[in-house]
């Protein structure tokens, strides 16, 4: 440590130090990167899908919006994911005599249990709007968690092209995502603990977690933490603010972009191993070694992208090629009604 480095206290050390400050530094370029080159057209693409004008080129009395985005969006979602998919697992070679039958019914269960027919329109819904849909897998409680992560809560490395391919050039180097939730909610949060065998609390350092205060930040920061909160003047009362952050090798969790409360190896990735397993040779058991293949760490997030750039990770939607034409019809149909009223309507004889 050199002379211009701070000295970290208890407290700093509590919330976290220094690894916060890398977390949310990868988090807010992320954010900035996002706010400058993308959230104009996102808001513009949710405006013209929900019948709001954002471009007028004739200003009078009329102010049509003829919902045709609308109609074609809901058309390529019904078409893309308006039924279910259908999966089938087989044996991958003669020595797998097992019937699979039971897996195929699990999966069926496991798409049920996650709604995945409501989730599934709502991802394929902001590949079409926005250009991107996110999905976040994870494994909770013995059973698979899909979950849909609205556009505006995503945030991944600004220098990527691309997720989940390491092997090529542009690979993200981190991602994550945010979202709202109480107190109380994160202290009930167990985990199984290998080493005691028991269920542990999931989360430390609640105690420097306070609903009602969002740390010393400014207006904006305090605005950018409550996005989407249905609670109101409220929710800074009732509500704290969870960034989760993913590179190949960790899992962070930081709540109110203040105290780290949880760090933890990437669950996604495994080592290498050996098992024992035993085969009956003309009725003699056998013991042979089958070598399990590691899993190097992964990003969990599946993404689905409309129209791509290959220097860029996020894609353009359907909505934002759409939308001259859309503003260009609301105004002829602006205009054809007020032609219409001025000559059903003299002023003058």
């Known amino acids: ?153 995503f945030f991944v490395d600004p ?32 985990m199984f603990d290998i080493d005691s065998g028991e269920m542990v609390d999931m989360y430390k350092n609640l105690n420097l977690v306070t609903e009602g205060t969002l740390g010393d930040a400014d207006d904006k920061t305090r605005k950018e933490q409550l996005l989407g909160s249905t ?20 899992k962070i969790i930081i709540a109110n972009r203040s105290v780290v409360i949880f760090e933890s190896d990437n669950p996604f990735q495994r080592k290498e191993k050996t098992q024992k397993e035993i085969h009956l040779v003309d009725g003699e058991p056998i013991e042979t070694k089958r070598i399990i293949p590691g899993i190097k760490g992964f990003l969990p997030f599946a993404i689905l992208r409309n129209y791509t750039d290959s220097n860029l990770f996020f894609a353009r939607g359907d909505v934002e090629v759409l939308i001259p034409i859309q503003e260009a019809l609301n105004d002829t149909s602006s205009q054809k009604r007020d032609n219409l009223a001025y000559a059903l309507n003299n002023m003058w004889q």
């Open 159 to 190: 220098t990527a092209t691309h997720i989940n391919r390491p092997e090529e050039r542009g690979y993200a180097k981190y991602a994550g995502y945010r979202y709202l939730t109480s107190l109380e909610q994160l202290k009930a949060k167990k």
């Open 231 to 250: 609670l109101g003047k409220d929710a800074a009362k009732h509500q704290v603010e969870i960034i989760e952050y993913y590179t190949a090798r960790k």
């Open 1 to 153: 440590m050199n002379e211009e480095t701070p000295k970290l206290t208890k407290a700093d050390k509590a919330r976290g130090e220094p690894l916060l400050g890398e977390v949310i530094g990868d988090f807010e370029r992320a954010r900035k990167y996002v706010e400058t080159n993308y959230q104009a057209i996102w808001e513009d693409c949710f405006k013209a899908y929900n019948a709001i004008r954002t471009r007028r080129g004739y200003s009078g009395v009329a102010d049509d919006f003829i919902p045709e985005i609308f109609s074609i969006v809901e058309s390529l979602k019904a078409a893309i994911a308006g039924s279910k998919p259908k999966f089938k697992y087989m044996p991958l070679d003669e020595e797998q005599e097992q019937d699979t039958e039971t897996l195929n019914a699990l999966v069926d269960y496991y798409w049920s249990l996650n709604n995945m027919t409501e989730k599934l329109l709502n991802w394929v819904g902001d590949m079409i709007i926005y250009g991107n849909g996110i999905f976040m897998v994870s494994w909770e409680e013995n059973k698979p968690v899909i979950h849909h992560i609205p556009l505006s809560d």
